[in-house]
T-cell receptor
Framework: SQKIEQNSEALNIQEGKTATLTCNYT??????LQWYRQDPGRGPVFLLL?????KEKRKERLKVTFDTTLKQSLFHITASQPADSATYLC????????????FGSGTRLQVQP | ETGVTQTPRHLVMGMTNKKSLKCEQH?????MYWYKQSAKKPLELMFV???????ENNSVPSRFSPECPNSSHLFLHLHTLQPEDSALYLC????????????????FGEGSRLTVL
């Protein structure tokens, strides 16, 4: 069955650097993939959606890529700030019969000042 | 403020209690969801309601009972829970085409932190 894999280890980077987070999936490529941000004790907040026919999507300092050959999405935050520290989740439909998103376990990002 | 409100934010209950979690969305969406988030684990989908009809039940124990009286309100009724049910319960909503999969973003509430003693 389809699996979603995100690096469970926290990513620590210095302020001003670019953070890159990875989301890998197995089996078939979904029609689209979403990224969310979650702060401790709060609900996830939608950031970006990228479709299978889109190689790249940008929103302010955020950039998402989608490589269906590698079965991977990369999430970049440029000029990172301490306020970007949070857990970032990727989400997709596990199969065409499902009616709701399945989430990865998330990667915690810590931006040091 | 996401437009999805969950109450209570925190709940402590014994294994023999009966309680309910409430979710209300003010976004005009037609689909609502319950997710469970335990420590160190990914969000687990529990139930999906689309146009007030339950369209997905993800093998959730019967001690969890959802109710969707209209497109704006969603409840999760809890009874005879176990300590391992302690988690953050998240409600979400979205717009979806009738009979189709969810292709839009999810709007989450802040969650209800449940502790079962």
């Amino acid at each position: 069955s389809q699996k979603i894999e995100q690096n469970s280890e926290a990513l620590n980077i210095q302020e001003g650097k670019t953070a890159t987070l990875t989301c890998n999936y197995t089996n078939y490529s979904p029609a689209y993939l979403q990224w969310y941000r979650q702060d401790p004790g709060r609900g996830p907040v939608f950031l970006l959606l990228i479709r299978e026919n889109e190689k790249e999507k940008r929103k302010e300092r955020l950039k998402v890529t989608f490589d269906t050959t590698l079965k991977q999405s990369l999430f970049h935050i440029t000029a990172s700030q301490p306020a970007d520290s949070a857990t970032y989740l990727c989400a997709l439909l596990m199969d065409t019969g499902r009616r709701a998103l399945t989430f990865g376990s998330g990667t915690r990002l810590q931006v040091q000042p | 403020e996401t437009g999805v409100t969950q109450t209570p934010r925190h709940l402590v209950m014994g294994m023999t209690n009966k309680k309910s979690l409430k979710c209300e969305q003010h976004l005009g969406h037609n689909a609502m969801y319950w997710y469970k988030q335990s420590a160190k684990k990914p969000l687990e989908l529990m139930f999906v309601y689309s146009l007030e009809e339950r369209v997905e039940n993800n093998s959730v124990p019967s001690r969890f009972s959802p109710e969707c009286p209209n497109s704006s309100h969603l409840f999760l009724h809890l009874h005879t829970l176990q300590p391992e049910d302690s988690a953050l319960y998240l409600c979400a909503s979205s717009s979806r085409a009738s009979g189709g999969p969810n292709t839009g973003e999810l709007f989450f509430g802040e969650g209800s932190r449940l502790t079962v003693l």
